[in-house]
């Protein structure tokens, strides 16, 4: 048995509930660690230079989270990743990133003095800076400490830290327009953000840009970084948004199930069903035990199928 990913589901059943006000830290692998029970988890990597994060959590656990990774060393935060903006993953931007300082450049010696009171760095795509900010003059969402102070469009971003290549490669109109999955190459993890999830169904959230054909390619694209180790669990390890520590045959698996609903929805749709009609077609009948979810059911996927479906007519 695979003792990372017991501990992991373990702490996510409903009898261990007691224990999900607390924090925990799994060592994953290289210099990698997750985090879980600060709301969304949260990927910690640790080295010589400092302490780099995907992700905060949710706002009232931000001083916990602080605690558990001084824990893990008495490094300083240098950056933070978001990959989306949604609350339970930056949440905990702002008193975060202040705990943090910036890297500066090679003709400065050490911190940039007063400066680094701004903090450690903070990066996304551009649409979590918009959905974080207020860009139409409407009032923010969140402070402005915890806006990302790096962006990038498309394609994808790269960080060179602890000795680690990262890329950050954006997802297009995935879960949401503005989702990025982080992949640590030397220790071999990938932090996927709510691209996937072991909690339930996939959020496909429609009002913020998100569709079901983007969230299908996103996990394709985890597929392609992931590779299994021989016969074994193990290889390539990915942290999913929410729920356990996982590997590519969960990824896999969940991919699938995707896949098979959207083709189903489809299907019905060429036939002219409705909606409605659609709902009551028992679609997901075979995963509703084991991921249909009081906060997300599964009238509310097919719903959220259907819909991303019918706007790409």
């Given at each position: 048995?695979?003792?990372?990913?017991?501990?992991?589901?373990?702490?996510?059943?409903?009898?261990?509930?007691?224990?999900?006000?607390?924090?925990?830290?799994?060592?994953?692998?290289?210099?990698?660690?997750?985090l879980v029970g600060a709301g969304a988890n949260?990927?910690?990597?640790?080295?010589?230079?400092?302490?780099?994060?995907?992700?905060?959590?949710?706002?009232?656990?931000?001083?916990?989270?602080?605690?558990?990774?001084?824990?893990?060393?008495?490094?300083?935060?240098?950056?933070?990743?978001n990959t989306s903006a949604d609350a339970d993953?930056?949440?905990?931007?702002?008193?975060?990133?202040?705990?943090?300082?910036?890297?500066?450049?090679?003709?400065?010696?050490?911190?940039?003095?007063?400066?680094?009171?701004?903090?450690?760095?903070?990066?996304?795509?551009?649409?979590?800076?918009?959905?974080?900010?207020?860009?139409?003059?409407?009032?923010?969402?969140?402070?402005?400490?915890?806006?990302?102070?790096?962006?990038?469009?498309?394609?994808?971003?790269?960080?060179?830290?602890?000795?680690?290549?990262?890329?950050?490669?954006?997802?297009?109109?995935?879960?949401?327009?503005?989702?990025?999955?982080?992949?640590?190459?030397?220790?071999?993890?990938?932090?996927?953000?709510?691209?996937f999830l072991t909690t339930g169904y996939p959020?496909?959230?429609?009002?913020?840009?998100?569709?079901?054909?983007?969230?299908?390619?996103?996990?394709?694209?985890?597929?392609?970084?992931?590779?299994?180790?021989?016969?074994?669990?193990?290889?390539?390890?990915?942290?999913?948004?929410?729920?356990?520590?996982?590997?590519?045959?969960?990824?896999?698996?969940?991919?699938?199930?995707?896949?098979?609903?959207?083709?189903?929805?489809?299907?019905?749709?060429?036939?002219?069903?409705?909606?409605?009609?659609?709902?009551?077609?028992?679609?997901?009948?075979?995963?509703?035990?084991?991921?249909?979810?009081?906060?997300?059911?599964?009238?509310?996927?097919?719903?959220?199928?259907?819909?991303?479906?019918?706007?790409?007519?």
């Amino acid at each position: 048995m695979n003792w990372k990913r017991f501990v992991v589901t373990w702490l996510a059943l409903p009898g261990a509930s007691i224990f999900a006000q607390e924090l925990h830290v799994l060592p994953v692998q290289g210099n990698v660690y997750m985090l879980v029970g600060a709301g969304a988890n949260i990927t910690v990597q640790i080295g010589s230079q400092g302490i780099l994060l995907v992700d905060t959590g949710s706002a009232e656990s931000s001083e916990k989270v602080l605690a558990e990774i001084g824990k893990l060393s008495k490094g300083r935060l240098r950056f933070i990743i978001n990959t989306s903006a949604d609350a339970d993953h930056t949440g905990g931007n702002p008193v975060i990133r202040k705990a943090g300082v910036t890297i500066t450049g090679a003709n400065v010696v050490g911190n940039i003095g007063s400066s680094a009171r701004e903090g450690a760095a903070l990066i996304a795509h551009e649409n979590v800076l918009k959905r974080l900010s207020a860009p139409t003059g409407a009032k923010a969402v969140m402070p402005f400490d915890g806006w990302p102070t790096e962006t990038y469009v498309k394609g994808q971003d790269e960080v060179y830290f602890n000795d680690e290549s990262l890329q950050i490669i954006y997802q297009p109109s995935a879960h949401t327009d503005g989702d990025s999955i982080v992949y640590f190459r030397r220790s071999d993890v990938i932090s996927a953000g709510d691209l996937f999830l072991t909690t339930g169904y996939p959020v496909i959230n429609l009002e913020r840009g998100g569709s079901v054909q983007g969230l299908i390619a996103g996990l394709n694209r985890i597929l392609e970084l992931a590779i299994p180790k021989h016969d074994e669990e193990g290889g390539t390890y990915v942290i999913p948004g929410h729920g356990r520590l996982c590997d590519e045959a969960d990824v896999v698996e969940y991919r699938d199930m995707v896949t098979i609903v959207r083709d189903r929805v489809q299907n019905l749709i060429k036939k002219g069903m409705t909606l409605e009609q659609i709902k009551a077609a028992g679609l997901t009948r075979d995963y509703d035990p084991r991921y249909e979810t009081p906060a997300y059911t599964k009238d509310m996927f097919v719903e959220a199928v259907y819909k991303s479906l019918r706007s790409e007519r």
